[in-house]
């Protein structure tokens, strides 16, 4: 069973920065899709970023030149290291993969359960 866990959420000021983990446990052939997602309260779940196994990253324009996504596939973690926070990145941020588990099954799409993220004004 494949699981996601995520970690390094909390309460920082504004200006300041958090790094987030999101690590995959369990039986797993390959990653090739990892995202770093956030809901607002009142908001729908947006893309922040976003890696690839070719190495490509995306982000979403208000987060870009302060956060940064990069994946350790030796430990089958990816993080999101968040500089210059403001009060509008408060949210539940959630981590997202494509794993493929065993050769005999298709590649799926796992979630974590939301780490929260809160910057004070």
């Known amino acids: 069973q494949v699981r996601l866990v995520e970690s390094g959420g909390g309460l920082v000021q504004a200006g300041g920065s958090l790094r987030l983990s999101c690590a995959a446990s369990?039986?797993?052939?390959?990653?090739?899709?990892w995202g770093w997602y956030r809901q607002a309260p009142g908001n729908q779940r947006e893309l922040v970023a976003s890696?690839?196994?070719?190495?490509?990253?995306n982000y979403v324009d208000a987060v870009k030149d302060r956060f940064t996504i990069s994946r350790d596939n030796t430990q089958n973690t990816v993080y999101l290291q968040m500089n210059s926070l403001k009060p509008e990145d408060t949210a539940v941020y959630y981590c997202?993969?494509?794993?493929?588990?065993?050769?005999?099954?298709?590649?799926?799409?796992?979630w974590g359960q939301g780490t929260q993220v809160t910057v004070s004004s």
């Open positions: 997202s993969a494509v794993i493929r588990a065993t050769p005999f099954r298709p590649y799926e799409n796992y």
């Open positions: 369990g039986t797993l052939l390959s990653i090739n899709y």
């Open positions: 890696t690839t196994s070719s190495g490509s990253t």
